[in-house]
Each structure stands twice: as C-alpha cells, then as structure tokens.
C-alpha cells in the first residue's frame, strides 16, 4: 500500500484506489486528494485486502502497517486494462 504524499488530517476520508494502469492510479489518487480526500493507492488484489484487513480503529498490531492507519470506508476501482492483449 503507498498513502499518497502529504498525508491528510485525522477524520479526512480515506479512499482505496485500485487502479491495474499507473496512469489511472496517479490521476485517480490526484483528484481525490484535490477534492481533500486521503486515497490509499493499491495495485493488486493483494494490496486491496491487506487495505480492507486494517483496523477500522487505527491502532494496528501490524508493525510493518503505518502507524495510526485506519481502514478506508471507500473504494475507487480501475480494472479498464483487464483483458486488454498487450503487444
């Protein structure tokens, strides 16, 4: 999981963006923090989980989780290259 830069204040929304396209993903994470919102960008369905699987509270027992990090309530999911042929 990569919180997107400049981490936002306590209560902000958190959003999980899954996005299979770095383009998307980038863009998608730009808008939400524009309209102030503290997306979680994840580019696997592994990632997705471990997100869904924080504690809704923020105090993690996963030492390698951020410190504080609370589950997002919402998602965003981008899967527009799934089944794309790539040459």
């Known amino acids: 999981m990569t919180r997107a830069e400049g981490g936002r204040e306590a209560g ?32 696997s369905a592994d990632g997705f989980a471990a997100a869904l699987a924080l504690p809704s509270t923020g105090a993690s027992t996963d030492a390698s989780a951020d410190a504080g990090a ?10 527009t290259e799934i089944g794309r042929a790539h040459v």
């Open 12 to 43: 902000a929304l958190r959003v999980i963006v899954l996005a299979d396209d770095l383009i998307w993903a980038t863009r998608l994470v730009g808008q939400l923090g524009t309209v102030g919102a503290d997306p979680v960008r994840v580019g």
């Open 70 to 79: 609370v589950r997002p309530g919402h998602a965003v999911i981008d899967l």
